[in-house]
Each structure stands twice: as structure tokens, then as C-alpha cells.
């Protein structure tokens, strides 16, 4: 079956510093999306990447979709402490009828002050 | 207010007991789906819906079941045969093209 797969697992950053988590598919995605779960929370959706090679900002966080749509990134830049929280991408397929959202295993990002 | 709705948000049951958890929406989406989440874990799918009286099996749907007699609800039913029940578990909606997901708040399930 599909499958996504998310690194780094972990991720401890000083505040300001900078954070990435890439997010790998083993099949082709129709779009890929990310999400943001705040600690004891549920995940709330940040964005949607739909096109080969896309690339889209929100204020710190940049999201990039590769050309050949297996892979995909979020980077913030100058993390603060309301960044905490871990950070899933989650893909669609292309083939087949299913429309299945097939979740990374997520990044769990711990900014120090 | 339009959203997602589980209950409760936290459930006990002894082991070898069937329990059903709630998920209500008012969003007019077509698919849901459940999920369960473990510490440390992301998040594996059970059971997905795209229509009323139609679902199909995710990733981990040994011993789980679910029903979709209404557009609104998508319970789902943890069954003695689900050896490790104690999990997050997830429900979430969307629209049929492949727009985003809205979760519910989650029901933190325990068995003793």
C-alpha cells in the first residue's frame, strides 16, 4: 500500500533557530497537505500543495511540493515557541478510486526558549 | 456551529467489552474517516467512507467496525477481537475533492 514517510522523527531547536521536516511517498500523490497538532490536541490543516514543484508561504512557514510529487518539505525560519507541536504532511493517491488521506508519522518539534 | 464532533472525550472499558465511539459532522462532507493515533505515532487509518451505506477497510481495521447509515455520523465500534484497543482515535471529514480534513477533538479510549 501506500506509504508516507516523514523525517525527522524529532527535532529540538533554540528559538530563532531554524526547522525542516521532509515528508517522502512511495507512490505518486495527487496533492499532499499539512497539518499542525498542537500537545493534547487534534491536527488542524495548514495548507494544500497541488501542483509539481509548488511552493507556498505563510509568514515563517514555507512549503514546497516536488516535481515529481513523492516529496515534500516545511521549513520555518526563526521558530518561536508557539511553533511547538508536531507536524504531519499527509498525501492523496493518484491511481485507483480510493480517496484515502495517508498521514506521515509526523515531526515533533520542541522549541527551547 | 459547523464542525466535527466526538464523544466522549475520554472512555474506560474492561477488556473483552465491545465499546462504540461517536463521530458527528455538520459540514455536509462526503468522506470520513477514522484514525488512530499511538504515542510518538502518526496516523494510521481504520476505516474510511465516501458515501452513505459504503466504506472500506484502511490500514489497521482488524477489529474495528463502522457504519454509515447517515451522512452526518460514522461511529465506530472497538471490538474485543482488537488486541491492543488502549489508542487516540481520530475522526475526521471532508468534501470529496480532495480538499483538507477536519478532526474532531478525539476520544482517548482505555481498557483495563
Known amino acids: 500500500g501506500q506509504q508516507v514517510m516523514q523525517i525527522p522523527q524529532y527535532q529540538h531547536v533554540q528559538e530563532g533557530e531554524d526547522f525542516t521536516t521532509y515528508c517522502n511517498s512511495s507512490t505518486t500523490l495527487s496533492n499532499i497537505q499539512w497539518y499542525k497538532q498542537r500537545p493534547g490536541g487534534h491536527p488542524v490543516f495548514l495548507i494544500q500543495l497541488v501542483k509539481s514543484g509548488e511552493v507556498k508561504k505563510q509568514k515563517r512557514l514555507t512549503f514546497q511540493f516536488g516535481e515529481a510529487k513523492k516529496n515534500s518539505s516545511l521549513h520555518i525560519t526563526a521558530t518561536q515557541t508557539t511553533d511547538v507541536g508536531t507536524y504531519f504532511c499527509a498525501g492523496r493517491k493518484t491511481s485507483g478510486s480510493a480517496r484515502q488521506l495517508t498521514f506521515g508519522s509526523g515531526t515533533q518539534l520542541t522549541v527551547l526558549p | 456551529d459547523g464542525g466535527i464532533t466526538q464523544s466522549p472525550k475520554y472512555l474506560f472499558r474492561k477488556e473483552g467489552q465491545n465499546v462504540t465511539l461517536s463521530c458527528e459532522q455538520n459540514?455536509?462532507?462526503?468522506?470520513m474517516y477514522w484514525y488512530r493515533q499511538d504515542p510518538g505515532q502518526g496516523l494510521r487509518l481504520i476505516y474510511y467512507?465516501?458515501?452513505?451505506?459504503?466504506?472500506q477497510k484502511g490500514d489497521i481495521a482488524e477489529g474495528y467496525s463502522v457504519s454509515r447509515e447517515k451522512k452526518e455520523s460514522f461511529p465506530l465500534t472497538v471490538t474485543s477481537a482488537q488486541k491492543n484497543p488502549t489508542a487516540f482515535y481520530l475522526c475526521?471529514?471532508?468534501?470529496?475533492?480532495?480538499?483538507?480534513?477536519?478532526f474532531g477533538q478525539g476520544t482517548r479510549l482505555t481498557v483495563v
Open positions: 459540514l455536509n462532507h462526503d468522506a
Open positions: 467512507s465516501q458515501i452513505v451505506n459504503d466504506f
Open positions: 475526521a471529514s471532508s468534501f470529496l475533492s480532495l480538499t483538507e480534513a477536519f
